[in-house]
């Protein structure tokens, strides 16, 4: 079990406890004096840097097979590495703009877009689609050029050959099932060591996108796009990212401070 499933049921624990000594059912609490589990460190996220380099790698790869089918127009082999090489471009871009978990990213159909809005609401795990891990369905906007990139992929996917369904990422160019979260994941591995990006993963992306929207002070705006049950789950894991802005309190304190102390 991870560190921080432990410290939330640990606090949940610590909460029905006290409850029932407040109540009267217990005579006393047995978790007094007993120490937590340590605090989970800050998760490790992709810098901005590190994802315009992922893109670049991605891209690169892209316009290396586009060539590559050019020259050899009939070539399956040539138009499947195009394919692949166009949804790792894909896949880096909508994690790092939707922030998104990898099990989300691998259940994600065309009819989930919606101008640029894009509906989450299930999820693939273990090779079985079910709901988000939450449960719950979400709906985030995308960055216009984002939701481009999905449209012209996809009418370029079906111009070469006619798709059976609509997921966004297959192993095949005929997309006839979603690939596994895992597979999605070991995509990443080639352009992480092309450009030097340590232990690329789209988990790191995706703490990416809540870093730099906590580090701009949107606490709410983070919630609502990566689907946390509530503001403390976010905090609990972010708060190292939260922006100093109490200078104006730290003046307040200060003020005081030097009437009363002695003039040296």
């Known amino acids: 079990m991870t560190a921080p499933k432990v410290s939330a049921r640990r606090l949940l624990l610590r909460g029905a406890v006290s409850w029932a000594v407040a109540e009267g059912l217990l005579r006393v609490n047995p978790l007094a004096g007993m120490r937590g589990p340590p605090r989970p460190r800050p998760r490790r996220h992709h ?8 893109l670049a790698a991605a891209g690169q790869a892209a316009a290396s097979a586009q060539d590559a089918l050019r020259y050899r127009p009939g070539s399956a082999a040539c138009a499947r590495r195009l394919f692949a090489a166009e949804q790792l471009l894909l896949l880096v871009r909508l994690a790092a703009d939707s922030g998104a978990r990898r099990g989300e990213l691998a259940a994600l159909r065309l009819s989930d877009l919606d ?7 299930r999820s693939l795990s273990a090779g079985v689609l079910g709901p988000t891990k939450s449960g719950r369905t979400r709906r985030v906007t995308l960055g216009s050029g984002t939701a481009g990139m999905i ?3 996809v009418q370029a996917w079906a111009a ?7 997921w966004l990422f297959s192993p095949s160019p005929r997309r006839p099932a979603p690939m596994t979260a895992g597979a999605l994941s070991r995509r990443l591995a080639r352009p992480g060591q092309a450009t030097g990006v340590e232990h690329a993963a789209l988990h790191r992306l995706r703490h990416g996108v809540t870093t730099y929207l906590v580090d701009q002070g949107r606490l709410l705006k983070t919630q609502a796009r990566l689907g946390h049950s509530d503001p403390a789950t976010t905090l609990r894991h972010y708060s190292h990212a939260m922006p100093l802005d109490d200078i104006d309190v730290a ?3 200060d003020r005081p401070l030097d009437d009363l102390a002695p003039q040296y």
């Open 151 to 153: 449209r012209r992929y």
């Open 251 to 253: 003046d307040e304190l």
């Open 115 to 121: 101008g640029r809005v894009l509906t989450i609401e």
């Open 47 to 54: 810098s901005r840097d590190e994802v315009r380099r992922l």
């Open 160 to 166: 070469r050959v006619e798709p059976e369904q609509d």
